[in-house]
């Protein structure tokens, strides 16, 4: 055996790609190369680290070992296990003697084959966290091409027992106090009718809820059941565990905020079947089940705020559609009964003067005269009931009014004579103050004239029940500083309600009995078409009193309401 320098015995096992230890006579590491590091790990120079043999009686096995060496028979080969490294190794390798400059004698063990025994464990592990890996690869899939939640909690269940590799699994939600409950929504796997009559509970006065589920619930981190059979926890569930040999598990729960809000549970038939690694994972998959949860919560109440919305503009334009045929039954009413309102007038005057025209036929001697006048304002009546009907029938079309230079004065004396049937019958005295300026307007006679009739004759009405005093209407006309033309009819009747004054404009509002409430909103859409103005309020006489303004012809302003768009 010639001597080798240490140095130069480096750089040999250097250049080898096998890994390879030498070793002192005690079996104190002298060098290793860097394929026994990559294999063992870091194994320090001068460290006591023994070669044993796999039952530990190392004397005899490692003295023969290294005999057999010393005499050059290194190609004897023993399996070995090596303690100190990263990992308990064992390992089939050949050794041979070689003495160092220094006289001593190494021992040089180079590796034959891949390392057995806990080394197949550690890949048995990594075989494990695949499985792992697969499992949440296959739910984080499931839950990105799920529609719904309960179809994202299935496909995590299916995919994680994919490759049966885990025998169970389930997702299940948190119940709120009273009950603390723990209720399954999804599960599968081979031993899938554990889960019938699965009680599961996170309060901590009942047995159930002392498990794994309630705990890690209640805790709020994770819970490893290593062993079924043994864990005193477990105890409620054990006989059922073993039914379907379930060994061990692994539960995990998943969180909205600061609270809990479900769990999810992995089984498997072997005990001790999960490390850090695989829950590590779980965990993983448990925080993107909450966020999930969460999301699909989240469309849920968009959905149904936006069915809330749908709803509601169907109802809208149901509403809006039933508004609409009320609105028009109103105006179909509305011109129904302002024609009846404004055409009694002419009506009861046509009456008045058919009679009158008889009377004056019927006589012994007839008078022709008399009769030819009544006739004449028969027809003058009718052709101004003609004319309402007409201009009624237009306001109502929108269809623009007829205007002309008009003096409001005359209106209002042609107005009275209309209503002279009703005086009399009234036994009414009327008083007129009109301006001797003959204030003039521009607008429809027919339509400013309704306006008119309609304020005397609910004068004329107020006044009716007057007993003890006499029946006055005072009518007069005049100019306001402002440019307007001002008409006022005022009555000694029981006067307004200061809280009714402002409801007399709105339709449907009436104090007359027998009355429907839609002569003054007729008459002060008229006025403010004319782009004028139309109130009440109490009188010098004790009764009521009723005006319109509008902008007199003079005025530098006027114009027609039909080139502004005041126009009905």
């Known amino acids: 055996m010639s001597p080798i320098p240490v140095a130069s015995l480096r750089d040999l096992i250097e250049a080898l790609a096998e890994p390879v230890l030498i070793l002192r006579a005690d079996a104190r590491i002298l060098m290793t190369n860097k394929a026994a590091t990559a294999c063992f790990g ?7 680290i023994r070669i044993l043999a796999p ?60 390392p057995v025994g806990p080394a197949a464990a550690t890949e048995a592990e990594l075989r494990r966290l695949n499985w792992a890996l697969g499992a949440y690869a296959r739910s984080s899939e499931a839950l990105i091409h799920s529609d719904n939640l309960d179809d994202a909690m299935d496909g995590i269940c299916r995919a994680i027992v994919a490759n049966d590799v885990y025998a169970l699994t389930w997702v299940g939600l948190v119940e709120p106090p009273p009950s603390k409950s723990i209720r399954i929504v999804a599960g599968a796997g081979r031993a899938i009718s554990y889960l019938e009559n699965l009680e599961l509970s996170w309060s901590d006065a009942a047995a159930i809820g002392m498990g794994p589920s309630g705990s890690a619930v209640r805790q709020g981190r994770p ?28 539960t995990v729960p998943f969180s909205r905020g600061d609270e809990v809000i479900g769990a999810i549970a992995v089984y498997a038939d072997r005990p001790d079947a999960f490390g850090p690694e695989e829950l590590g994972l779980f965990e993983k998959l448990a925080e993107e089940l909450a966020f999930a949860i969460g999301l699909q919560e989240a469309r849920a109440r968009l959905k149904a705020a936006e069915e809330a919305r749908r709803a509601a503009e169907e109802a809208t334009r149901e509403t809006q559609a039933e508004l609409t045929r009320v609105a028009r039954l109103l105006t ?24 009158a025209a008889l009377r004056w036929l019927a006589r012994d001697v007839p008078d022709i005269a008399e009769a030819c006048a009544a006739t004449q304002r028969t027809i003058r009546d009718a052709k101004r009931a003609g004319d309402i009907v007409k201009r009624t029938r237009a306001w109502f079309a929108n269809d623009n009014p007829v205007y002309a230079e008009l003096d409001i004065n005359d209106a209002l004396e042609e107005t009275l004579r209309f209503t002279q049937v009703e005086q009399r019958q009234a036994e009414v005295t009327v008083e007129t103050d009109l301006s001797p300026a003959r204030p003039r307007v521009l607008g429809d006679r027919i339509q400013l004239q309704q306006v008119m009739l309609n304020l005397i004759v609910n004068g004329i009405d107020a006044v009716k029940d007057n007993a003890d005093r006499p029946r006055l209407l005072k009518v007069s006309s005049g100019l306001t500083d402002t440019g307007e033309v001002l008409v006022s009819v005022e009555d000694n009747g029981t006067g307004l309600d200061p809280s009714n004054t402002e409801r007399l404009f709105q339709h449907f509002f009436t104090t007359k009995t027998g009355g429907i409430g839609l002569g003054l909103p007729i008459s002060r859409s008229i006025i403010e078409a004319h782009r004028g103005r139309l109130w009440a309020s109490g009188g010098a006489l004790g009764g009521a009193l009723f005006l319109f303004a509008l902008p007199a012809l003079t005025s530098p302003t006027l114009a027609s309401p039909a080139q502004t768009g005041a126009a009905r």
């Not at 290593?226 to 006989?239: M, Q």
């Open 42 to 48: 870091e194994m320090p120079a001068d460290q006591d």
């Open 55 to 114: 039952d530990d009686a190392v004397a005899d096995d490692l003295t023969t070992f290294v005999r057999c060496c010393a005499r050059g028979q290194g190609g004897v080969e023993r399996t070995l296990s090596l303690r100190g490294a990263r990992s308990a190794a064992g390992f089939r390798c050949r050794g041979s003697v070689i003495r160092a400059l220094d006289g001593e004698d190494l021992l040089i063990l180079r590796l034959v084959e891949a």
């Open 332 to 355: 179909v009413g509305e011109f129904a009964s302002s024609l009846a309102h404004e055409i009694n007038q002419p009506i009861a005057a046509i009456m008045a003067n058919s009679e």
């Open 223 to 250: 819970h490893i059941l290593r062993d079924a059979l043994t864990e005193p926890s477990f105890a409620p569930w054990r006989d059922q565990a073993r039914l379907f040999d379930l060994r061990s598990s692994v």
